[in-house]
């Protein structure tokens, strides 16, 4: 298979018993790191040379890995982008008969689920968002953080709609206009806002705001959207202009709430940050029972910079009970 003819569309970690699973979407189609699954089915020590000998087995059946295999690069443990060997769902089946498991079965059900999952979000993007909240759980994160992080990824999916209608193709006018956006509110490229939040390069800058920074981002990107299709811009020159005017509107938003409440709303804090045990324990507190919190004093509700008003001009649905 040729790998210029083949698009890549997207990056994305799946779980499979609490273990990482890298893959990545060719064509509309899942690619699995073969390296990770052989890890989690094997148990070795050392995954690498434990396919370098199935590789000369599954030659010895007939079946030629090369023809079957793809290498693209994926993202290692240190961060950068490696080489690597991928399988398409069908490949990684036959890979998969081969490994000797009790857990076989399982990831093959789990195999096939994912595949769905695929086909389930381009017909259904909804679920893909719901996918995320359970990602988002998964790693710890307080439901008014998850509730406001996925509206957020409807708001961008939105944004992004709307700059390709407006005329913009190419993936670096994408990340210019997306840098000039931050610039024009947070004072900050993308870069900058990371190095800000002490993040690495590869850390996700959304997943890493405070609820408040989130709202700001929702709110900049659906004036942005809204600017955009009442004036009809069209092209970069237009759409850049639309961008730095909700960018002024945003700015001016974050210098009221940052007199109301005194305290700024583009922090330095990251996810580690908002996930302290302190953090942990205040949150638990607050969902016990009311009993138990009889004759203390009120615990201030953490990571909840919103008033009714608030939320009303972001228009960030309530949280579901």
């Given at each position: 298979?040729?790998?210029k003819?083949?698009?890549?569309?997207?990056?994305?970690?799946?779980?499979?018993?609490?273990?990482?699973?890298r893959?990545?979407?060719i064509?509309g189609e899942?690619?699995?790191?073969?390296?990770d699954?052989?890890?989690v089915?094997?148990?070795?020590s050392?995954?690498k040379r434990y396919?370098?000998?199935?590789?000369i087995?599954?030659e010895s059946?007939?079946?030629?890995?090369?023809?079957?295999?793809?290498?693209?690069k994926l993202?290692?443990?240190?961060?950068?982008?490696?080489i690597?060997d991928v399988?398409?769902?069908?490949?990684?089946?036959r890979?998969?008969?081969?490994i000797?498991?009790?857990k076989?079965?399982?990831f093959?059900r789990w195999l096939?689920?994912?595949?769905k999952?695929?086909?389930?979000?381009?017909?259904?993007p909804?679920k893909?968002?719901?996918?995320?909240?359970?990602?988002y759980?998964?790693?710890?994160?307080?439901?008014e953080?998850?509730?406001?992080?996925?509206?957020?990824?409807?708001?961008?999916?939105?944004?992004t709609d709307t700059?390709?209608e407006s005329?913009?193709k190419?993936?670096?006018?994408?990340?210019?206009?997306?840098?000039?956006?931050y610039k024009?509110?947070?004072?900050?490229?993308?870069?900058e806002?990371?190095?800000?939040?002490n993040?690495?390069?590869?850390?996700s800058?959304?997943?890493?705001?405070?609820?408040?920074?989130?709202?700001?981002?929702?709110?900049?990107?659906a004036?942005?959207?809204e600017?955009?299709?009442e004036?009809?811009?069209?092209g970069?020159?237009e759409?850049r202009?639309?961008v730095h005017?909700?960018?002024?509107?945003t700015?001016?938003?974050?210098?009221?709430?940052e007199?109301?409440?005194g305290k700024k709303?583009v922090t330095?804090?990251?996810y580690?940050?908002?996930?302290?045990?302190?953090i942990r324990?205040?949150?638990?507190?607050?969902?016990?029972?009311?009993e138990?919190n009889?004759?203390?004093?009120?615990?201030?509700?953490?990571?909840?910079?919103?008033?009714?008003?608030?939320?009303g001009?972001?228009?960030v649905?309530?949280e579901?009970?």
């Amino acid at each position: 298979m040729s790998k210029k003819k083949k698009k890549q569309e997207s990056n994305k970690i799946a779980i499979f018993e609490d273990k990482e699973i890298r893959r990545i979407t060719i064509d509309g189609e899942w690619y699995f790191s073969v390296i990770d699954i052989i890890g989690v089915l094997s148990e070795s020590s050392t995954p690498k040379r434990y396919w370098s000998d199935l590789k000369i087995q599954l030659e010895s059946n007939g079946f030629q890995p090369y023809e079957n295999i793809v290498q693209l690069k994926l993202l290692a443990k240190d961060g950068k982008k490696r080489i690597t060997d991928v399988a398409d769902t069908e490949t990684m089946f036959r890979i998969i008969q081969s490994i000797p498991s009790k857990k076989a079965e399982p990831f093959k059900r789990w195999l096939a689920r994912i595949g769905k999952e695929r086909l389930d979000e381009i017909e259904q993007p909804a679920k893909a968002i719901e996918r995320a909240k359970g990602y988002y759980v998964a790693k710890g994160h307080n439901p008014e953080w998850i509730q406001t992080r996925t509206v957020g990824i409807e708001t961008r999916n939105s944004f992004t709609d709307t700059l390709q209608e407006s005329g913009i193709k190419e993936k670096y006018e994408y990340a210019i206009l997306t840098d000039e956006m931050y610039k024009s509110w947070a004072e900050f490229n993308t870069y900058e806002y990371k190095k800000h939040k002490n993040l690495t390069k590869n850390d996700s800058l959304r997943d890493n705001m405070t609820p408040l920074e989130l709202a700001t981002v929702i709110f900049n990107e659906a004036t942005t959207t809204e600017i955009l299709k009442e004036t009809n811009a069209d092209g970069f020159v237009e759409t850049r202009k639309a961008v730095h005017i909700a960018g002024n509107i945003t700015k001016e938003a974050i210098k009221k709430i940052e007199k109301q409440t005194g305290k700024k709303v583009v922090t330095h804090k990251n996810y580690k940050e908002l996930d302290s045990p302190e953090i942990r324990k205040e949150l638990a507190q607050q969902s016990a029972p009311k009993e138990l919190n009889k004759g203390k004093k009120p615990i201030k509700k953490l990571l909840n910079p919103f008033d009714k008003k608030l939320k009303g001009l972001l228009n960030v649905p309530p949280e579901k009970d």
